[in-house]
T-cell receptor, first 114, second 108 residues
Framework: DSGVTQTPKHLITATGQRVTLRCSPRSGDLSVYWYQQSLDQGLQFLIHYYNGEERAKGNILERFSAQQFPDLHSELNLSSLELGDSALYFC?????????????FGSGTRLTVV | GQSLEQPSEVTAVEGAIVQINCTYQTSGFYGLSWYQQHDGGAPTFLSYNALDGLEETGRFSSFLSRSDSYGYLLLQELQMKDSASYFCAVDSSYKLIFGSGTRLLVRP
């Protein structure tokens, strides 16, 4: 157990629907990062929050949005889902905004859009 | 823009040494990281190089040359459990940008 909790582990939904993925960072970590990993692909950076504030944004689609709450958990909202959104979505956390001590990843949410 | 290049696949024999190279082009650079990911699992942190040179952590070592925009991960005394995907990642302004990964297959 890495200490980063992602729910749900699996999600199957239909095109056009909206889903919310949840992430609780490791205790004491203030940064949360979201990544998308399609089949046999690398990790595509979506967004980074630090202590409730957005710090960096990747090529995140307008249909996707995220936020980090006062208790530091984060949610990634995906709307108007398309088949191509099927992927593994990882959340990671770190103590600060940097990477030298490494990101701790959760076990991911596997999203299947049918 | 930002891009990272690493080989897609490497095969090696148990007990051998293997080197996985990574070249990068990025507009902002603070360091180079390496992560390991087993099939179906989460990426796990291996190393971080901010300065030129070699960092050693047990059987794994990582090297960085900032002037050449190049780094590598060296795995020694390969074990079957080392079969996994290995990703280099550039630390760039509040985010890690990952390469496409190198799948390492360790054969008996």
């Amino acid at each position: 157990d890495s200490g980063v909790t992602q729910t749900p582990k699996h999600l199957i939904t239909a095109t056009g629907q909206r889903v919310t993925l949840r992430c609780s960072p490791r205790s004491g970590d203030l940064s949360v990062y979201w990544y998308q990993q399609s089949l046999d692909q690398g990790l595509q950076f979506l967004i980074h929050y630090y202590n409730g504030e957005e710090r960096a944004k990747g090529n995140i689609l307008e249909r996707f949005s995220a936020q980090q709450f006062p208790d530091l958990h984060s949610e990634l909202n995906l709307s108007s889902l398309e088949l191509g959104d099927s992927a593994l979505y990882f959340c990671a956390s770190s103590a600060s905004t940097g990477a030298p001590d490494g990101y701790t990843f959760g076990s991911g949410t596997r999203l299947t859009v049918v | 823009g930002q891009s990272l290049e690493q080989p897609s696949e490497v095969t090696a024999v148990e007990g051998a040494i293997v080197q996985i190279n990574c070249t990068y082009q990025t507009s902002g650079f603070y360091g180079l990281s390496w992560y390991q990911q087993h099939d179906g699992g989460a990426p796990t942190f291996l190393s971080y190089n901010a300065l030129d040179g070699l960092e050693e952590t047990g059987r794994f070592s990582s090297f960085l040359s900032r002037s050449d925009s190049y780094g590598y991960l060296l795995l020694q005394e390969l074990q079957m459990k080392d079969s996994a995907s290995y990703f280099c990642a550039v630390d760039s302004s509040y985010k890690l940008i990952f390469g496409s990964g190198t799948r390492l297959l360790v054969r008996p």
